[in-house]
């Protein structure tokens, strides 16, 4: 039985938790348990399915020795060790210390954001992007879904793709994914955002587009993630700088960029782009003085 110690003050420390339960454990926890230990600034880095395989288990089990420790999943143990064993300034923004004035900390907010484009841009997989992009020129439908920091880039790409003459979709509540998934056809499209590749509200919704026999596709910070299981084509980029956030800050920028290189493909390889910028260039200037 797991019992919730969240909020009480008196609780030991998660990494405590760990070495004092770990007897108690099933074989296949005991291994994630000994793993943790080792190394658990680099299991900070690490997707759950990453930590499933360095510890020769599965996600699955990843979860179920978080609940053993009283938390509720894999991120809550994340953040855990993070209070543990980072300054409270790392948790924000890298390399940003207590004495650092606030020209020093815009610098290296904004040189963080460039050095993750820079990665992004040398380790993309244009191919991938490529057939992503044919896909939605295709597919008579493509539905984005995201939740969280990610959900306002799915907005804003569905939007953008609409623009050109795509029929593009975005709902902001993940109920409405999830049922909007489920009615998508062979042909239609399911594109996932999110960072971490392990978002319940987002696996659902994808599990319920690859049921629907939909193409699926995704844009994530992780190489192995249970979104990454599930989907065709996955574009992956993303820094260890940002993996250990409570919320995504630098991947943002870097997804909304490869969300600007898939719409631009798009545009260049659908016959529809000119006619619908036309008429989309018409209504905007109306809108402006």
Same mark, same amino acid.
């Given at each position: ?16 938790? +760990? ?11 005991? &291994?994630?348990?000994?793993? #943790?230990?080792?190394?658990? #600034? ?6 759950? *399915?990453? =930590? ?13 020795? $978080? ?6 999943? @894999? ?25 650092? /004035? ?17 990665? %992004?841009? &040398? ?6 992007? %490529?057939? +992503?992009?044919?896909?939605?020129? %295709? ?19 569905? @939007? ?11 709902? /902001?509540?993940?109920? #409405? ?6 009615? =998508?056809?062979?042909?239609?499209? $399911? ?11 987002? =696996? %659902? ?19 192995? *993630? ?12 993303? *820094?260890?700088?940002?993996? @250990? &956030? ?44």
């Amino acid at each position: 039985m797991t019992v919730r110690v969240e909020g009480d003050a008196a609780a030991p420390a998660v990494l405590e938790r +760990i070495r004092a339960l770990s007897a108690s454990l099933s074989s296949a926890e005991q &291994r994630v348990a000994r793993q #943790v230990l080792a190394d658990p #600034v680099a299991m900070i880095h690490q997707s759950v *399915s990453e =930590l499933a395989q360095v510890s020769g288990s599965s996600p699955a089990t990843v979860v179920r020795f $978080c609940q053993s420790l009283g938390l509720r999943g @894999y991120q809550e143990l994340k953040l855990a060790l993070i209070r543990e064993t980072l300054p409270v300034e790392r948790q924000l923004v890298d390399e940003v210390s207590a004495a650092d /004035g606030p020209d020093e900390i815009a610098g290296k907010v904004l040189g963080g954001a460039a050095s993750a484009l820079t990665e %992004a841009a &040398r380790g993309i997989d244009g191919g991938v992007l %490529a057939a +992503i992009a044919d896909l939605v020129v %295709a597919a008579p439908r493509t539905l984005f879904v995201a939740v969280g920091t990610s959900a306002p880039l799915a907005m804003d790409a569905a @939007y953008r793709l609409t623009t050109v003459g795509v029929d593009a979709r975005f709902a /902001g509540d993940a109920h #409405v994914q999830h049922v909007t998934a489920r009615m =998508l056809a062979a042909g239609d499209l $399911c594109v996932a955002v999110s960072h971490t590749g392990s978002t319940a509200e987002t =696996l %659902a919704a994808m599990r319920a587009a690859v049921d629907a026999g939909a193409h699926t596709a995704a844009i994530t910070s992780f190489a192995r *993630s249970p979104l990454t299981e599930l989907v065709r084509h996955a574009v992956v980029v993303g *820094s260890r700088e940002t993996a @250990y &956030r409570i919320e995504a800050m630098t991947s943002r920028i870097v997804h909304l960029s490869v969300l600007d290189a898939l719409f631009a493909l798009v545009v260049v390889r659908s016959p529809r782009s000119p006619g619908a910028l036309a008429m989309i260039a018409d209504v905007i200037v109306e809108h402006r003085m």
